[in-house]
């Protein structure tokens, strides 16, 4: 989605959770506060606001009603909107919309399944369970897309290796059907080194360069070439960037720099992209990967045609409000 409809105006309750250490905040349409650029901000601020790496409003859904009423049977469907600490809308986060699955089923235990409309898609996710504060969710993040086009980055920035050149030629978005064995594009580093990336879109754009050994995987790595890619000017609405190592038995490494955010302990989406990369690269089989991450691991499924599962625990931290002395100096107009 390019264009944004008008900023939403939110409760000042708020419900905060983590996934693997990648927090969001969730707060419900209401009457509290705009949530312009700089309000945002504040509220994700670590030191001045509550703190977080994003905000999942819960939009009242069109057809059924407010969200209290919509989760009193066994399923929901609910609008939301997304927002990174920076201010800035985004399409979806795949540990934001398990944190909301969290907090819709601790309003009612019988919620097996929700459908939420989010950047213009709809994203079904099914709550597994719930053990004391942890529950267990997971979200069908729809079928991947790979290439320039699909994370809508200029395609002569990213030439393909000798293997996949006349796939890339044109800026083709790459489906299931139509990959060759192994996809992989070439693009410069921040000293001009030439990195081996995959262009990956899971409803948002990820750019996933991938390493060959543990000394490439290292946080020193990751603040060069992150804010270097995700801000790339051939990427016309920035990108998250991962740096990916195959392991062996199903799993791999990854470590994560989001547009907006920064560094993060671990991103569901980044966590789809990653698995998807090392799958079209042929380093890795479709099927169950357990993408490791500081954070911890979470379980993404790729089937041969790349649509993906995301799986894994969402933690609950705290409820509370904006103090009426902290939404005095909030922003009254966007």
Known sequence: MTHWPPRPTLSPSFYKA?????????????????????????????????????????????????PAEEVSGYEAEVELRMFNPDGGEFERSGNGLRILGSYLARRNSSLRSITAHVGGDRVGMKIHGRSGAQHDISVDMGR????????????????????????????????????????????????GEQLVVVPVSVG???????????????????????????????????????????????????????????????????????????????RMQPGEIQVEMPGGALSVVVTDGL?????????????????????ATFERAP
């Not at 601020?45 to 994003?54: E, M, P, Y």
């Not at 000798?162 to 990959?179: F, I, L, Y």
């Not at 649509?307 to 002395?325: F, I, K, Y």
């Open 144 to 191: 991947a897309l790979i290439g320039p086009a699909a994370v809508d980055a200029d395609g002569s920035t990213f030439g393909a290796t000798d293997e996949d050149a006349a796939w890339a030629a044109g800026g083709v978005v790459q489906t299931a059907s139509s990959r060759p064995a192994s996809q992989m594009w070439m693009v410069a580093g921040p000293e």
């Open 204 to 282: 948002n754009p990820h750019i996933v360069v991938l390493v060959d050994g543990p000394d490439s995987l290292s946080e020193a790595r990751l603040a060069e070439v992150g804010p270097f890619l995700t801000a790339h000017p051939a990427l016309r609405f920035g990108a998250n960037v991962q740096l990916a190592l195959a392991g062996e038995s199903g799993t791999c490494q990854a470590l994560i720099w989001e547009r907006g955010v920064g560094r993060t302990s671990a991103s569901g989406t980044s966590s789809c992209a990653v698995a998807v990369a090392t799958v079209v690269s042929g």
């Open 307 to 327: 649509d993906v599962t995301l799986r894994g625990p969402v933690e609950e931290v705290v409820d509370g409000a904006l103090s009426e002395a902290l939404l």
């Open 18 to 66: 983590h996934g693997l250490g990648n927090d969001y905040l969730v707060f419900e349409e209401g009457d509290g506060w705009i949530a312009t650029k700089k309000n945002v901000e504040r509220v994700c601020d670590r030191f001045r606001g509550i703190g977080s790496d994003g905000i999942v409003a819960l939009l009242r859904p069109a057809e059924v009603g407010s």
